[in-house]
């Protein structure tokens, strides 16, 4: 484990907060795989400032097991922290520091697995994936994954390391990320009644979808093994209006869908369609421009995998337990799933404590438990 907490020590340093650019970090990596004998392949954004990366190892081509994790991390700004963010902490037997649960303690294992991969015989591929942007909605590997199966194949499984406490998780609900923008009309608020306040209507459509969510919570589709059993609708901003005494003309609102994958998420998106040219039919009469436009701005796959599935059985071994698990937050794992490729979720750290919290850290233990896992991997792969 010592070399995995030095590795950590080392990317936990590299503040890449999914705002600024993670190329210090991706450039450690591509140096670090490079000097092991690794094919190497860099995917870069539109912007340049930002990249993520494939590596291969072993024979070329399709199968062996790829890894795959994110480099971003969530800021720490208006946390109040008693560790360093950006430095590795070590103390009574965890490791503090921004991503050492989210998930840069499991990005540590995967080199340390590299390196030991570098020195043995592989009869099979080992595969890895460090991917950017996944905190804001997983849109790195969106951009990446048409590059994978190019560049170094298609991998018989994958296993993406975010926080489970080492158990195998096999669902997680997809997720939409939407914007209404809702358009009134300007005037004197001491006339207030004789326009259409775009609050008004936003308000509105909220009732509506706080009536919705209670439609799926009662009668939509429900999956016991997640801690929320059904669909879920979540408004997180609301604004408009620049000024007491102006009746505000446009409002917007941020909202979410996390859905299970027996509701289809263009058949949740096409119900709150239908519910937005209500709303705004209502005030039509008394203003035609009233209007509620939809942007689905972000989506990502969910992930639903048969417990029957071998690869369940395979990680369960590689991870030596017996259990199996839903998660509530979302992974990159929908994304390898989408092409076919068996695919689960498996890491050290548990989200529910550490992730996105002001001491994020990781117990010594989960991350020795990784390295074993790891360690397993890579022996399966000269077999």
């Known amino acids: 484990m010592k070399q995995s907490l030095d590795i950590l020590e080392k990317l936990v340093a590299f503040p890449t907060v999914s705002s600024s650019s993670n190329l210090t970090m991706i450039a450690y990596l591509h140096d670090f795989l490079s000097q092991r004998g690794f094919d190497l392949h860099q995917i870069a954004d539109s912007s340049g ?31 109040h922290w008693t560790h360093p963010d950006f430095k590795l902490t070590v103390e009574g037997g965890r490791a503090y520091g921004r991503g ?25 591929p080992l595969k890895l994936a460090f991917s950017f942007d996944e905190e804001i909605g997983c849109v790195g590997i969106a951009q990446m994954i048409d590059h994978l199966v190019p560049n170094i194949g298609l991998p018989e499984m994958v296993i993406v390391g975010e926080p489970t406490s080492m158990q195998v998780a096999i669902g997680h609900k ?15 608020s001491a006339l207030a009644p004789k326009f259409v306040n775009a609050l008004h209507i936003a308000t509105d459509f909220v009732s509506g979808l706080r009536e919705l969510q209670n439609k799926l919570a009662t009668s939509g589709a429900r999956d016991e093994a997640y801690a929320i059993p059904y669909s879920t609708l979540h408004v997180g901003k609301l604004q408009g209006g620049i ?20 509701d289809s998420g263009d058949e949740l998106m096409a119900q709150i369609t239908q519910l937005a040219d209500r709303v705004a039919a209502r005030y039509q009469k ?19 995998v ?26 990159e794992a929908g994304y390898f799933d989408q092409l076919g490729i068996p695919t689960v979720v498996c ?37």
Do not use: W
């Open 49 to 79: 400032k930002k990249s993520g990366l494939f590596a291969s190892l072993g024979p070329s081509g399709d199968g062996g097991i790829l890894l795959s994790g994110h480099t971003d991390v969530v800021p720490t700004q208006g946390q």
């Open 100 to 124: 050492t649960t989210d998930m840069k303690g499991y990005l540590a294992c995967m080199l340390t697995a590299a390196d030991a991969a570098s020195k043995l015989t592989l009869k099979r």
């Open 174 to 188: 997809g997720k939409a990320a939407i914007r209404a923008t809702c358009r009134g009309q300007n005037g004197h």
């Open 243 to 262: 000024a007491l005494n102006i009746v505000p003309d446009t409002a917007t609102i941020d909202f979410e869908y996390r859905h299970l994958a027996a």
């Open 286 to 304: 008394d203003f035609p421009g009233a209007a509620i436009e939809l942007d689905r701005y972000n989506t990502y796959p969910g992930l639903d």
């Open 306 to 331: 048969s417990v029957e599935q071998p690869v369940v059985a395979t990680v369960q071994h590689l991870a030596q337990t017996n259990t199996s698990t839903k998660v509530a937050f979302g992974t």
């Open 347 to 383: 890491g050290p750290g548990c989200m529910e404590e550490q992730g996105h919290k002001p001491d994020e850290s990781i117990a010594l233990d989960e991350l020795a438990a990784c390295d074993a896992m790891m360690q397993r991997v890579v022996q399966s792969l000269c077999i």
